[in-house]
């Protein structure tokens, strides 16, 4: 607990670098706690390894179905293309959102979402969404 509580702590009052080991960290603990933490700080950084470590995490918090309906809008939101009014996230950001949301590919927003990125203009991004349709990742 104390551990998780110094992460959490981290992604809250941390610098940019100790965000990015706690958010890292708190992936591989795979703790369906830290997930209120991880979506606050996604949101909330504008830095985009951290952006992506986010979304890499949230894919390997091996969460029940249940937590799908609060993640899969916000990692949706991360792998969708740019437009007039809404902002692109770096190519990094959308294979790693990409990544997660073929996690929870059961989820049918998460399903279109990916099958949307087959369209993706970055290659990698087109790849990833591609692999986790297939099952394979």
Known sequence: GERR????WAIQNGTPRAQLEAVKHLGELARPEALDALLGLLQGTNLMEVQRECCLALGKLAL????????VPVLVTYLRPGGLLRTEYHEDVRAAAAWSLGQMKSHQEARKALERALDDKDRRVRLTADMTLKGKQ
């Open 5 to 8: 509580d110094l992460l959490k």
């Open 64 to 71: 029940k179905s249940s937590h799908h309906e609060k993640i």
